[in-house]
């Protein structure tokens, strides 16, 4: 009789335990997918995807202290074939750099040639959260009414921090902030739709 307070003390720590190591893996993944839309325009298929970041304390100030981050979103098309291997259509990559200016004290965002400014780290993570217009797939290479399935993720690339910090990056969940992989099936219309709206319709499209 008396084995039993012990049982239940061991059972309430193991609890307790895996509860922490569950909430350190949340914490380290920092970026969720909120919501992704594939859309017909005029050159094939584009991305719109909102994300959910938050940066720890750690990258906060990281960032304001002149370390650069940059975030990588991928995109993968394929179709998938019940007689061999899936067909890979296609992988982008687009590159979003996230710094800071000490002389001017804004926060820069840069895709490519394009870059913005901002007063506060909350606008421009704001920015960041967003992906509008992204060319992702070209219409010549998609079917009439095909089945295909496409993967997205976001995720801070460590291989780009300065050499010091990629030591630490490698043995902190602090520096480890990815979406993980997120799977949505896609079908193209019975018809070839007619041109939906031109590029410069769109706004400026990210890359």
């Known amino acids: 009789?008396?084995?039993?307070p012990r049982v239940i003390g061991w059972l309430r720590l193991w609890v307790l335990a895996a509860a922490s190591l569950?909430?350190?893996c949340l914490r380290a993944d920092e970026i969720g997918l909120v919501d992704a839309r594939l859309r017909e325009a005029e050159e094939g298929l584009v991305l719109d995807a909102d994300f959910a970041i938050e940066l720890n304390p750690r990258l906060s100030q990281a960032v304001a202290s002149?370390?650069?981050?940059?975030?990588?979103v991928e995109f993968e098309f394929t179709r998938p074939r019940w007689y061999w291997f899936d067909q890979k259509l296609g992988h982008?990559?687009?590159q979003l750099r996230?710094?800071?200016?000490a002389v001017s004290r804004q926060y820069r965002l840069s895709s490519g040639s394009l870059q913005q400014s901002?007063?506060?780290?909350?606008?421009?993570?704001e920015v960041l959260r967003r992906v509008r217009g992204w060319l992702v797939i070209e219409r010549a290479a998609l079917e009439v009414d095909a089945?295909?399935?496409a993967a997205l993720r976001m995720r801070l690339d460590p291989s780009l921090l300065p050499r010091p910090i990629q030591?630490?990056?490698l043995t902190s969940g602090e520096w480890n902030l990815d979406s993980g992989w997120k799977r949505m099936k896609y079908r193209t219309p019975q018809q070839a739709p007619a041109p939906v709206e031109s590029r410069e319709q769109r706004g400026v499209p990210t890359q």
């Open 98 to 101: 996230l710094s800071h200016h």
């Open 1 to 4: 009789m008396r084995r039993a």
């Open 22 to 24: 569950l909430a350190l």
């Open 66 to 72: 002149g370390v650069a981050l940059y975030f990588s």
């Open 147 to 149: 089945p295909y399935e």
């Open 118 to 125: 901002f007063s506060t780290l909350s606008d421009a993570l």
């Open 167 to 169: 030591v630490s990056a």
């Open 92 to 94: 982008r990559r687009l």
